[in-house]
């Protein structure tokens, strides 16, 4: 580590400032406005039963009685799969539970900061997804492959997949759909039921999707039926088999509101995919391990207020606790988390046959 490096990281811890602040003190604001959202909606459901439903295995399809079950701090219930260990939210929101839950203008805040749709510019990144793609398929260069982003936010995924592909888009929150738009992406506002039926893609994407769906198998289904024969479903997704999870488990951040009610294992991949007539092509853990050293700080004592991966909101012990870390070259850190998995996976799904 720097010398420079280390006297900028130790300004910010005594003046609480750089970018880590502002990021934090937004997501305080945004978990604020979904958790009033949330209780909101746990308490329509107490005289309500309508507005969730029983659910099963996303990945088998079985009802497991005998599940291991645990709720997160928020009041959702989970069970977990004894066949293949896929986390499943049970009872789970309706659909038009959880549309309503993400059209809540918490959601509009996260993904604007507070400005008007109109005022926003959709950033672009290089994505890993791109090249996790052109390892598993050859794309030819013309005419341009078409390729739909289900779940696509602002678009800014589908910015840099232009590039390679004729992209488009479908996103459920209106607002993020017309933020895409206004930056000349092509976006359909809805699900993936809204697609043309008529339509036809090489490659369908799903980043940090699957976990939203309550029924992924149906979902998988009716993207399958897009795809053209030898076309893929890439999907990047959480995985619970991870040292973090294993952890962290109704503390951690994959589980920490209502949003993800499907979170799968290495095991959940094959049963899921036999289900919808997909052939598994491609498997990877991904990411870090998703356990910082403030996470372990707070985890071990502060347990009842920790925050995974938000450092308690508090810049000052983010940055301090990675200065320390950065300092003993992550041997700190090492020593204490336990041995696993990264946090996040990503899978090849390929429709039979050949056009």
């Not at 003046?15 to 990021?23: E, F, M, N």
Request: overall charge positive; aromatic content about 8%.
């Amino acid at each position: 580590m720097y010398v420079p490096e280390v006297l900028r990281t130790v300004g910010y811890i005594v003046t609480a400032s750089g970018r880590q602040s502002s990021h934090l003190a937004h997501k305080r604001e945004f978990h604020r406005r979904r958790a009033a959202a949330e209780r909101q909606v746990l308490t329509e459901a107490k005289a309500d039963a309508t507005l969730f439903q029983e659910n099963r295995c996303p990945a088998c399809g079985v009802r497991a009685g005998e599940a291991a079950r645990f709720s997160n701090p928020v009041g959702f219930s989970f069970a977990e799969c004894p066949e293949d260990g896929t986390v499943y939210m049970d009872p789970v929101p309706t659909e038009s539970t959880l549309a309503r839950l993400y059209n809540d203008e918490a959601y509009t805040f996260h993904w604007t900061g507070g400005k008007n749709a109109d005022e926003v510019t959709v950033k672009t990144k290089r994505p890993l997804e791109l090249e996790h793609i052109r390892r598993v398929i050859s794309l030819p260069r013309t005419p341009k492959p078409r390729l739909l982003d289900v779940g696509c936010a602002t678009g800014s995924f589908l910015r840099r997949a232009g590039e390679l592909f004729e992209a488009e888009g479908v996103e459920l929150n209106a607002d993020m759909a017309a933020i895409a738009r206004n930056n000349g992406l092509r976006v359909t506002t809805g699900r993936i039921d809204d697609v043309p039926p008529e339509s036809r893609f090489d490659v369908i994407t799903m980043l940090q999707l699957i976990e939203h769906i309550t029924d992924p198998a149906a979902h998988l289904a009716r993207a399958a039926a897009l795809l053209r024969p030898g076309g893929i479903i890439y999907i990047n997704t959480p995985t619970v088999d991870s040292a973090s999870f294993r952890l962290f488990r109704d503390r951690h951040s994959h589980v920490s509101s209502f949003g993800h009610v499907s979170l799968f294992t290495r095991a959940s991949w094959a049963p899921l995919s036999a289900r919808v007539g997909l052939t598994l092509v491609a498997h990877e853990y991904s990411g870090e391990r998703d356990i910082a050293l403030h996470d372990l700080a707070t985890w071990y004592l502060l347990r009842r207020r920790f925050r995974h991966r938000l450092a308690l909101y508090s810049p000052r012990l983010m940055y301090t606790s990675r200065l320390v870390d950065r300092l003993s070259l992550g041997l700190l850190s090492n020593a204490l988390s336990p041995r696993g998995p990264s946090s996040y996976q990503w899978v090849i799904l390929q429709k039979p046959g050949n056009e």
